[in-house]
Structures are given as structure tokens and as C-alpha cells.
């Protein structure tokens, strides 16, 4: 089976500026969560969409979003990029059909730098 | 304040010796805890398991084990190797907190040849 792809894997915007990042999961798997990682706060959760609907949220302001297809694809957009959006950004896409999220496999990330 | 902490100081540890990595935390009620590797510009890989009813796993070289009264994980790497240096993150899944995992902010492990 091919794993988690990430697209683009490197990313330079400008303050101000709105981005998308997107995700396929592995085929079958319908949970689909971002992290954002950074060397100071490590490992964050944003969010999870299972079957086109979020279901957890981080703590994360309102300009982080994210949408999942009928395909189990997911973007995730961030509107008015600050200084501090600079991450590398994962996703992780696991099988669970409404249980505890277990087994997690992560894409390759995406590196967004903000000037 | 809930935390789950991780050595933050690098582990540098002779080629062949037993690496052991902590995972301690607080606050958290972890229905599992989970081990991952991660190599510098990749994605973290899973690795391993334990449910809170167990006191230990193994995976080949890997070993945790949970300890619910210490509130701690230990993840150990026998026979280590160079190809074993990489980042390793703990992470738990809470039960209170809508299923949500929490990740340790890693510990860098050296395996000196």
C-alpha cells in the first residue's frame, strides 16, 4: 500500500498570506489528523476529520481549518499566516471506524516558512 | 497543569548497550501509550503500544513498559545500533480528553559507534 503523501513538501509565504496544504491518506483509511510540529511546543494536535466531518479540534485560533473529501483526502488552510505559523505541518491518517485512534501513520510533512 | 515529558537533554549511548528513554506525565488519565520514531525531515513511525492494563511490551530489540502508579513509560532499545539514532516521541491517548493524542516533545537518542 502506498503511504501518507503530503503535498507541497516545502512551502515560503508571506505574512498576511493564505495557504493549503494537502493530504492523502493511506487507501482505506478514513481518519485523517493534522499536527503542526515546531522545535519549542514539539508535537501539536489541530484536528481530525473522519468520514467528511471534523471530529476533534485542538487548540488552535480559528484560522486553522481543514476539510476532509468523500475520497478521505484532506486540506487544511491557513488564513492570515503570521511570523509564528512557520512549521513543519503533518498528517497522520489512521484505519479507526469510531474507536480510540490507535496506530497512527504520518506523511512526510509539509515545511511552511512565513517571512 | 497536565504534561507529559520526555528527557529534553540528548542520549548518547555506546553501540551494543541498552538505550532507555522516559516518558513521564501528569494530569492524564492514558487509556495507551504509544512509542515513534522520528528521523530528522520525516514524519514520526509508529512503533509500539501498551494498553494501560499492561506492564509490558516487546517488539524484537524494542521494550515499554507502563507503570500507571509512577505515571511513566520506559522505552528501551537493546543491542543498540547507529542506525538506531533518530528522535523518539511518547504519546498518549487520554480518555477524558475526547480521544485526542498527546505527544512528548521527543528525546534525541545518539547510539555512538
Known amino acids: 500500500k502506498a503511504g501518507v503523501t503530503q503535498t507541497p513538501r516545502y512551502l515560503i509565504k508571506t505574512r498576511g498570506q493564505q495557504v493549503t496544504l494537502s493530504c492523502s491518506p493511506i487507501?482505506?483509511?478514513?481518519?485523517v489528523s493534522w499536527y503542526q510540529q515546531t522545535p519549542g511546543q514539539g508535537l501539536q494536535f489541530l484536528f481530525e476529520?473522519?468520514?467528511?466531518?471534523?471530529?476533534n479540534k485542538g487548540n488552535f485560533p480559528g484560522r486553522f481549518s481543514g476539510r476532509q473529501f468523500s475520497n478521505s483526502r484532506s486540506e487544511m488552510n491557513v488564513s492570515t499566516l503570521e511570523l509564528g505559523d512557520s512549521a513543519l505541518y503533518l498528517c497522520?491518517?489512521?484505519?479507526?471506524?469510531?474507536?480510540?485512534?490507535?496506530?497512527?501513520?504520518f506523511g512526510p510533512g509539509t515545511r511552511l516558512l512565513v517571512l | 497543569s497536565q504534561k507529559i515529558e520526555q528527557n529534553s537533554e540528548a542520549l548518547n549511548i555506546q553501540e551494543g548497550k541498552t538505550a532507555t528513554l522516559t516518558c513521564n506525565y501528569t494530569?492524564?488519565?492514558?487509556?495507551?501509550l504509544q512509542w515513534y520514531r522520528q528521523d530528522p525531515g520525516r514524519g514520526p513511525v509508529f512503533l509500539l503500544l501498551?494498553?494501560?492494563?499492561?506492564k509490558e511490551k516487546r517488539k524484537e530489540r524494542l521494550k515499554v513498559t507502563f507503570d500507571t502508579t509512577l505515571k511513566q513509560s520506559l522505552f528501551h532499545i537493546t543491542a543498540s545500533q547507529p542506525a538506531d539514532s533518530a528522535t523518539y516521541l511518547c504519546?498518549?491517548?487520554?480518555?477524558?480528553?475526547?480521544?485526542?493524542?498527546?505527544f512528548g516533545k521527543g528525546t534525541r537518542l545518539h547510539i555512538l559507534p
Open positions: 497522520a491518517s489512521s484505519g479507526s471506524s469510531g474507536g480510540p485512534r490507535e496506530t497512527q501513520y
Open positions: 487507501s482505506g483509511h478514513r481518519s
Open positions: 476529520y473522519f468520514s467528511e466531518t471534523q471530529r
Open positions: 494530569n492524564y488519565s492514558p487509556a495507551y
Open positions: 501498551i494498553r494501560e492494563n499492561e
Open positions: 504519546a498518549l491517548g487520554d480518555r477524558y480528553r475526547d480521544d485526542k493524542i498527546i
